[in-house]
């Protein structure tokens, strides 16, 4: 299994304005995820963020909105830039292990971002 | 295109009672469905995996079913309990098994005492 953390766990924001969170992993892992999660609403991937590649974006969202950095193996932040009401949502951290089973994935205890 | 549905957004059941949630999807051939607990404002917690050649899988008083010709997967949480009360998710992984989970909405269960 694989303890995540998160930072912020959660934040009040400005339109316009950009917020940076960080997910930290307490053993290296090598596929690591962004979800979000809509009031209501079930997971959303926004990007694999694979260590030594570039992030790789699902439909809907590109890098200029959420540019993710991945410099290592226990460690990732997602950037919402700009932001707009519409944004506000659970932002999630998810890692990947491989095991007998296939592989399993644990997730961080998420970021809740409101933004007015 | 992949779907997955479960059955209901909300199911409430006497405590004591056996709760059943239905996971259904289309357009997959999942080598292994996992079962997850999300708890409000908190990410989701893995709780069962089953592979396509199992049919069913305990833990505690926890059981899943798998049935790939149906293409459906049941989630049995016997003696309820209030603290079993949170939102279920189910998510199927094909034998692709670097790509990322993909989640139906989840039944959101409530336990009355």
């Known amino acids: 299994s694989a303890v995540i953390s998160q930072k912020p766990s959660r934040d009040i924001c400005q339109r316009g304005t950009s917020l940076t969170i960080q997910c930290q992993v307490d053993s290296q892992v090598t596929m690591m995820f962004w979800y979000r999660q809509q009031p209501g609403q079930s997971l959303t991937l926004i990007a694999t963020a694979n260590q030594g590649s570039e992030a790789t974006y699902e439909s809907g969202f590109v890098i200029d909105k959420f540019p993710i950095s991945r410099p290592n193996l226990t460690f990732s932040t997602l950037t919402v830039s700009n932001m707009s009401p519409e944004d506000s949502s659970i932002y999630l951290c998810?890692?990947?292990?491989?095991?007998?089973?296939?592989?399993?994935?644990?997730f961080g205890p998420g970021t809740r971002l409101l933004v007015l | 295109s992949q779907k997955i549905e479960q059955n209901s957004e909300a199911l409430n059941i006497q405590e004591g009672k056996t709760a059943t949630l239905t996971c259904n999807y289309t357009n997959y051939s999942p080598a292994y469905l996992q079962w997850y607990r999300q708890d409000p404002g908190r990410g989701p917690v893995f709780l069962l995996l089953i592979r396509e050649n199992e049919k069913e899988k305990r833990k505690e008083r926890l059981k899943v079913t798998f049935d790939t010709t149906l293409k459906q997967s049941l989630f049995h949480i016997t003696a309820s309990q209030p603290a079993d009360s949170a939102t279920y998710l189910c998510a199927p992984r094909s034998y692709s098994g670097n790509t990322p989970l993909v989640f139906g909405k989840g039944t959101r269960l409530s336990v009355i005492a």
């Open positions: 998810s890692v990947a292990t491989s095991g007998g089973a296939g592989m399993s994935q644990y």
